[in-house]
T-cell receptor, first 114, second 114 residues
Framework: KQEVTQIPAALSVPEGENLVLNCSFTDSAIYNLQWFRQDPGKGLTSLLLIQSSQREQTSGRLNASLDKSSGRSTLYIAASQPGDSATYLCAVKTRMDSSYKLIFGSGTRLLVRP | KAGVTQTPRYLIKTRGQQVTLSCSPISGHRSVSWYQQTPGQGLQFLFEYFSETQRNKGNFPGRFSGRQFSNSRSEMNVSTLELGDSALYLC?????????????FGSGTRLTVV
């Protein structure tokens, strides 16, 4: 059974700091991995999608890596800003019988202090 | 380009009532999935619809049901509401399956059962 874990559960950093969020999964049979951002009471915003055949993806100040063999992904945020404060969720896309579904980690709550 | 639209944004219902939530996917997306988010359980897969067919269902009781129309819009229904059904219900659409395709989420419907 696939399980996704995110560490740390919460993180508080001063503005301008570079930071790394971690995501681990127990079964390497994934199709892709997505990182999402969720603001309080809102839906999910997709940040990056890494296909199972890829090692990393970059978008602006964000860089996500994927190591399927070790069951790990990291989200690197450069030069953090107060607007980056949110909960960050990773999710792996897995096969479920004739279709697919996402299995989510419990998230990392990030606070960037001005 | 319009995103995933969920209506209504907020609902308050009484125990024992039933409720219907609506989701309009991104134009051209044929797959619609539903997830339940609660503080205790996090994000959990409810079901996925593709070409008007339910492809799979998560570990939820039969009170949770849904359907997809020919225009890919989807509805989910919860009958005989319980207090524990209070949650944020999120809909996600995808253009296709396999590793190339990620999910785009709507803003969610916040259901409160009193």
């Amino acid at each position: 059974k696939q399980e996704v874990t995110q560490i740390p559960a919460a993180l508080s950093v001063p503005e301008g700091e570079n930071l790394v969020l971690n995501c681990s999964f127990t079964d390497s049979a994934i199709y892709n991995l997505q990182w999402f951002r969720q603001d309080p009471g809102k839906g999910l915003t997709s940040l990056l999608l890494i296909q199972s055949s890829q090692r990393e993806q970059t978008s602006g100040r964000l860089n996500a890596s994927l190591d399927k063999s070790s069951g790990r992904s990291t989200l690197y945020i450069a030069a953090s800003q107060p607007g980056d404060s949110a909960t960050y969720l990773c999710a792996v896309k897995t096969r479920m019988d004739s279709s697919y579904k996402l299995i989510f980690g419990s998230g990392t709550r990030l606070l960037v202090r001005p | 380009k319009a995103g995933v639209t969920q209506t209504p944004r907020y609902l308050i219902k009484t125990r024992g009532q039933q409720v219907t939530l609506s989701c309009s996917p991104i134009s051209g997306h044929r797959s619609v999935s539903w997830y339940q988010q609660t503080p205790g359980q996090g994000l959990q897969f409810l079901f996925e619809y593709f070409s008007e067919t339910q492809r799979n269902k998560g570990n939820f009781p039969g009170r949770f049901s849904g359907r997809q129309f020919s225009n890919s819009r989807s509805e989910m229904n919860v009958s005989t509401l319980e207090l524990g059904d209070s949650a944020l219900y999120l809909c996600a659409s995808s253009r296709g399956q396999g590793e190339n395709y990620g999910y785009t989420f709507g803003s969610g419907t916040r259901l409160t059962v009193v």
